[in-house]
């Protein structure tokens, strides 16, 4: 099976079957491809993945995503267009984790740790040097699944 790096699947070279990997909870599609960039938190190497049609990098132990913040702000666009789940308020953001620091996988940098500034309640981790974010598990889940007048309404 070769990987479709651009698109998110596997074909097959001999027969041209493709495979999609199964979505996870949080919606991230793991291609399970190993890469030189380590997670913050676990320090084991990230995975690439898909999520809304953006590719990111994953961890599969701690599941928190690496993606550019270009790439951040259109899936975000997309995902939330297109939900066709009721919409979940958010749990109040947790203050203490705007105490953390965690280093930037790419160049080493102390990540800005701040309030989110759309909808979740989260607190995001992000480097203005390398123009990545930083998720934890579960928080582009709640930004996604947040009421909102961007969010599509169910039928």
């Not at 793991?30 to 049609?53: F, H, M, R």
């Not at 939900?83 to 800005?112: T, W």
Request: one cysteine or more; glycine letters at 10%; charged letters at 20%.
């Amino acid at each position: 099976m070769k990987l479709i790096e651009d698109k998110g699947y596997f074909a097959c070279e001999f027969c041209g079957s493709l495979v999609f990997p199964k979505e996870s909870a949080d919606g991230v599609r793991d291609l399970g491809v190993p890469t030189s960039v380590n997670c913050p938190l676990c320090g084991i190497p990230l995975v690439l993945a898909w999520a809304g049609g953006a590719q990111l990098l994953h961890c599969t132990r701690c599941r928190g995503m690496l993606i550019h913040q270009t790439a951040f702000a259109a899936t975000v666009r997309y995902l939330r267009s297109t939900a066709s789940d009721p919409p979940i308020a958010p749990p109040p953001m947790n203050r203490e984790d705007l105490q953390r620091r965690i280093a930037c996988p790419h160049c080493g940098q102390v990540m800005d740790t701040h309030a989110y500034g759309g909808p979740g309640n989260i607190v995001i981790d992000n480097c203005p040097r390398c123009h990545v974010n930083w998720l934890d598990y579960n928080e582009f889940g709640r930004i996604v699944n947040a009421p909102g007048r961007d969010r599509r309404q169910p039928r």
